[in-house]
């Protein structure tokens, strides 16, 4: 028999907690290895117990999951499964501050109105999934800005950026838009999986996160300069005639918002003006959409494998051949940023 997979239970609630412990101690692919009402005893729990995955609340008494978070993805990378409200604002926003920092992946709390069986289902096999990925050390607020020493990516002519992202996309997101300043005026689109429930303030917490402003995408206005405009939960982004198109078509690759809908629709629409970067994430949405950017003559870029979170999209990017460059995270501000200024020069 195969080992099985050690779960640590961080929750401060003793219902929920109760509730969460009985569900992995029924599984026989899982063992419970510890449990915890705090972050600071999540920490010492980790570092005695050595668990493959912690189930984590968000807002606890003497120390929060966001700090929590920080520490082990510094100290004691372990992944991480949040499960927590999606009704609270703060709380969605130490969620993201959380998924920024390293978390895996965010799972809803179960509700009142849905069978506990069926919640259960999905909270087994996501400890599951989040249990295979390779986590990564983040130390989160210690870097440097990335400098590169990257040619620019963009061409004189850019008229668009588009980027894709899912697993470990956020804290991404967060270092990229960081790094490239207010001055850079090409239009960015961005299409991030985020479940459901959770995607709702992402847009107005990533706003907050760099000096760029970032506001969710609606329907007919249009691409202008200095936008930084997100996909709306549930509906697809698009661009027709240089204006925004959402679209609740079939989903692609089990998403909607799906990257790859994106990229081949600016594809289509702005052909070598446009430049798209496929960061980390599972699976293999935006891939065929980066190889149609490539073919249109666009610039295309994938996030090298260790920088990625999960190096499942890009993976799949790079083997299709639609990847002109590989780069570290750290690269692609800074070279989208060096492209500003050309733009700006000429």
Not at 201 to 207: K, Q, R, V, Y
Request: charge should be neutral.
């Amino acid at each position: 028999m195969s080992r099985r997979i050690r779960v640590l239970v961080v929750e401060d609630s003793l219902t929920i907690r109760r509730f969460l412990c009985d569900v992995v101690a029924r599984d026989p692919e899982l063992e419970l290895v510890g449990e915890a009402e705090d972050g600071k005893q999540a920490i010492e729990q980790c570092v005695a117990l050595r668990p493959d995955v912690i189930t984590l609340d968000m807002i606890m008494p003497v120390m929060s999951g966001v700090t929590a978070t920080e520490y082990l993805m510094a100290h004691r990378p372990t992944p991480i499964l949040i499960v927590s409200s999606s009704t609270n604002r703060g709380e969605l926003f130490k969620t993201y501050d959380a998924l920024a920092a390293g978390a895996v992946d965010v799972l809803e709390k179960p509700r009142c109105d849905e069978p506990a069986d069926s919640w259960a289902r999905v909270f087994l096999s996501t400890i599951k999934m989040v249990s295979r990925i390779r986590v990564i050390t983040h130390l989160r607020g210690l870097r440097s800005p990335a400098r590169s020493s990257a040619a620019p990516l963009l061409r004189p002519d850019s008229a668009l950026v588009a980027i894709g992202a899912s697993t470990g996309g956020p804290g991404a997101l967060v270092e990229i838009l960081r790094n490239i300043p207010t001055s850079f005026t090409v239009p960015i689109l961005i299409v991030q999986h985020i479940s459901d429930p959770f995607g709702v303030a992402f847009a107005e917490w990533l706003d907050r996160q760099s000096q760029h402003r970032v506001a969710i995408a609606r329907d007919g206005e249009p691409v202008a300069s200095g936008n930084v405009l997100f996909a709306p939960s549930g509906s697809h982004l698009t661009v027709v005639g240089k204006r925004i198109k959402l679209t609740n078509a079939a989903e692609r690759h089990s998403c909607r918002p799906s990257i790859d809908v994106l990229f081949e629709s600016v594809a289509a629409v702005y052909g070598p003006a446009v430049t798209a970067g496929l960061l980390t994430g599972m699976g293999r949405d935006g891939a065929a959409g980066l190889l149609a950017i490539r073919l249109a003559g666009g610039t295309t870029i994938a996030q090298d494998e260790a920088t990625c979170v999960v190096y499942g999209m890009p993976r799949e990017a790079v083997a299709l051949g639609a990847a002109m460059r590989i780069l570290p995270l750290g690269e692609i501000g800074p070279a989208l940023a060096a492209s500003a200024g050309r733009q700006e020069a000429t």
